[in-house]
């Protein structure tokens, strides 16, 4: 059975600097394209960021050079170190996997397993 955690989420103050973790069991990160997305209460889920089997890393413009995705291959994990952190960054924070060749940014439709999400609340 797949199960992804995501953890590391919490109330920061702006410009604080959290790092997420995705840990994973029942597969392996180095076979599969992990995407970060994040979802606020009326609003859609939106793709993050992503990182391929093969390294390639993508980021929604909103986070770019503020937010760094990467994978350790000992550990299994995945993490999303978040940077300059503002208000509208609080979100529940999602990460998910896909054995699929994706590119870009993550869509929802393209990831098959999803951990249950870590809530980070950006306070002003």
């Known amino acids: 059975e797949v199960q992804l955690q995501a953890s590391g989420g919490g109330l920061v103050q702006a410009g604080g600097s959290p790092r997420l973790s995705c840990a994973a069991s029942g597969l392996s990160f180095d076979d599969y394209a992990i995407g970060w997305f994040r979802q606020v209460p009326g609003k859609h889920r939106e793709g993050v960021s992503s990182?391929?089997?093969?390294?390639?890393?993508d980021y929604r413009d909103s986070v770019k050079g503020r937010f760094t995705i990467s994978r350790d291959k000992v550990e299994n994990a995945v993490y999303l170190q978040m940077n300059s952190l503002k208000p509208e960054d609080t979100a529940v924070y999602y990460c998910?996997?896909?054995?699929?060749?994706?590119?870009?940014?993550?869509?929802?439709?393209?990831?098959?397993?999803w951990g249950q999400g870590t809530l980070v609340t950006v306070s002003s």
């Open positions: 998910a996997a896909t054995y699929h060749a994706v590119a870009g940014l993550p869509l929802e439709f393209e990831y098959d397993y």
């Open positions: 990182i391929s089997s093969n390294g390639r890393t």
